[in-house]
């Protein structure tokens, strides 16, 4: 069981009349427990059913985590970074192993680009939204780009995630994941969505994608 406790601090400043630079931070707790009764070792194979391990584990893990991210954005643009892990901590059940935290990036932005920036009538104004998410943790990484289409407060988009014809792990092996659809409402300053991620991976044929359904105020 893993469980984490982890507040999110930001604090934003104007630096021009229509640019704003937000900074975040989340300190926090991770927790991991294992109940290894439900386990079976090597020895224990090896010395006959029914006796206990020689492994000398612990059952429960108490870290501090810590990640934080910056964020540059107007009303037309948005870019920014963030860092998790950075306190390598160490998350091994075992009393004298090691496994720390790796730590993991983002690299992400976009922009919303008026389609008829003539128009007066808010109801009938357009966008184009070219967006994208790149994130790597050791020798894994993954890119989303993605695009969004406005139109007062209905929005729909299309994402694709992965890295074609590139694996750094696996030189050849194609990275890609899945087709994400995405239609949502915005009312004010409450938002309504509904994803479906269509799986494009070799797991395609075991999968049938996955929905999602979002709510935030």
């Not at 059952?59 to 954005?73: E, I, M, P, Q």
């Not at 239609?183 to 075991?206: E, V």
Request: proline share 4%; charged share 20%.
């Amino acid at each position: 069981t893993t469980t984490g406790i982890a507040p999110i601090i930001s604090y934003g400043v104007r630096i021009t009349k229509k640019m704003v630079i937000r900074a975040g931070f989340q300190p926090g707790i991770g927790m991991k427990t294992i109940n290894y009764n439900k386990l079976i070792f090597g020895d224990q194979i090896a010395r006959g059913s029914g006796v206990p391990t020689i492994e000398d584990p612990t059952r429960s893990k108490v870290y501090f985590d810590f990640a934080t991210g910056f964020l540059l954005y107007s009303e037309s643009f948005w870019v920014g970074t963030s860092f998790f892990h950075l306190t390598g901590s160490n998350e091994s059940l075992f009393k004298f192993g090691a496994s720390e935290l790796p730590i993991k990036y983002s690299v992400h932005g976009g922009m919303k680009v008026p389609l008829n920036e003539d128009e007066s009538d808010d109801k009938k104004k357009k966008f184009l939204s070219p967006a994208f998410n790149y994130r790597a943790q050791q020798d894994f990484d993954q890119f989303d780009v993605g695009l969004y289409y406005t139109q007062f407060v209905f929005n729909v988009g299309l994402w694709y995630r992965g890295i074609p014809l590139l694996k750094r792990y696996a030189q050849g092996y194609a990275n890609n994941d899945a087709l994400a659809i995405i239609i949502g409402m915005q009312a004010d300053r409450l938002n309504i969505g509904y994803i479906f991620d269509i799986t494009i991976s070799r797991l395609a044929t075991l999968s049938h994608g996955a929905h999602e359904v979002t709510l935030s105020y």
